[in-house]
């Protein structure tokens, strides 16, 4: 009853339903992007893992870079325009993408993450000026659950999709999809700023709110998704290691369902969990997985408990994030918390597709865990810092 009432009070303030709703369809695209533009480097262009690694690199390294910014400019100007400039740039690369050699889908690979479509950013956005700072974590929860829904959508879709027919009409349909959902935000323009929030005077200054602790909060989050993009490589790697590629579909929703429940538990506890201890506790469950991975339903199973602490973890990051930025810069910070996530993806998938090529899909799932972790260890340090600090100033 706890878990209803918890969520039932997040789905009762107007537009949050709506609103989820649609960030559920913008992020259906997202979800398939990687997956599908692997299979087309791998089997149409017949590269290795570590070439569509680069490629996936270069997608994220270009968000990663585009985000704040992109941030900034929401900031700024609203929604509307921004998300008009990038929906579009988006849905032209996608729909391109399957006529590009490798040469040049790498080289304009760049430029055109950095004009990525922000749907998690704008989400996550959205839902901080309209739920109460009380039901955040409810709220932050539920949109975890969401994007692990469109995870269990998107990619075995466009597995389908490549299988059935190729992966370059999968990075077609991927481009359509954003030219709709591009029309469907900008005519529905969801908040970004709550209501009773008032912005006045100039902003502040980059330094005055990007501390050390939010710091550590973005290198956890940056960790965390290097596990996450490695695990999903080695997984796909381990399933077609084994003939088993076309199971691919079902182990992600298994991976997705896990991440849901656990989302669905954390949003419904009294407090919130420490984002650092999610995130060790998830890298740590990845270590051994590469040792189940045949036949497909162990690979599965193996993978249940690390993902149980996939949402939870995203949305300690997030509630960290929300907590320590100003309104007056709240895209940007949430710019710079996608830029985080999308660098952690830009390191793990050439990192764990380096290792899968050398060595095994086994040895790739080690990989992302210990990346994860060295990310970690980071964190911890600027955390530690600021509490040492703290205590000589005292």
């Given amino acids: 009853m706890r878990y209803v009432l ?4 997040v789905l009762a303030v107007p537009r949050v339903p709506a609103t989820m709703l649609l960030m559920f369809f913008a992020r259906l695209p997202m979800t398939a992007m990687g997956i599908t533009l692997t299979l087309h480097v791998v089997t149409d262009l017949g590269r290795g893992y570590g070439a569509a690694g680069l490629v996936g ?18 900031d700024r100007y609203g929604l509307r325009p921004v998300v008009a400039v990038c929906g579009s740039a988006s ?14 889908l ?40 969401s994007l692990e829904s469109s995870f269990m959508i998107g990619p075995a879709a466009g597995i389908a999709v490549a299988t059935q027919f190729s992966a370059g009409v999968a ?80 182990v992600i929703v298994v991976m997705c369902v896990a991440s849901a429940t656990g989302g669905i538990v954390y949003g419904a506890l009294h407090r919130s969990l420490s984002q650092s201890g999610l ?10 997985v590469g040792l189940f991975g045949h036949p497909w339903w162990l690979l599965a199973l193996a993978l249940v408990p690390t993902n149980l602490l996939c949402a939870p973890t995203l949305t300690a990051t997030t509630e960290e994030v929300a907590a320590l930025a100003p309104a007056r810069v709240r895209a940007e910070a949430m710019g ?15 990192v764990v597709g380096f290792v899968i090529d050398h060595s095994s899909a086994a040895a790739g799932f080690a990989a992302a865990g210990l990346g994860g972790l060295v990310l970690a260890a980071a964190g911890y340090a600027l955390r530690l810092r600021v509490g040492w600090t703290r205590a000589v100033n005292a």
């Fill in 106 to 145: 790498v080289a304009v690979t760049l430029p055109a993450g950095m004009l990525a479509l922000p749907a998690t950013s704008i989400a996550r956005q959205a839902l901080t000026a309209l739920v109460p700072p009380t039901r955040r974590r409810s709220a932050y929860s539920l949109d975890s659950i």
């Fill in 6 to 9: 918890a969520y039932r009070q």
């Fill in 91 to 104: 849905a032209v690369y996608w729909v391109s993408a399957p006529h590009l050699p490798y040469p040049v």
């Fill in 57 to 74: 690199t270069a997608t994220t390294l270009g968000s990663a870079l585009g985000a704040p910014l992109v941030g900034r400019m929401i």
């Fill in 336 to 350: 710079l918390l996608d830029s985080a996530t999308r660098l952690g993806m830009a390191l793990g998938s050439p």
């Fill in 171 to 250: 990075l077609t349909g991927i481009g359509l999809f954003f030219a709709l959902t591009t029309v469907a935000l900008c005519w529905y323009n969801p908040p970004v700023r709550h209501e009773d929030e008032v912005v006045t005077g100039s902003r502040p200054r980059v330094r005055e709110w990007l501390g050390r602790r939010l710091s550590a909060t973005l290198l956890f989050g940056s960790g965390a998704l290097f596990c996450l993009i490695g695990t999903e490589l080695a997984t796909l790697a381990a399933l077609r290691s084994t003939g088993e590629i076309g199971w691919t579909g079902l």
């Fill in 279 to 288: 995130m060790l506790a998830l890298t740590v469950l990845v270590l051994p």
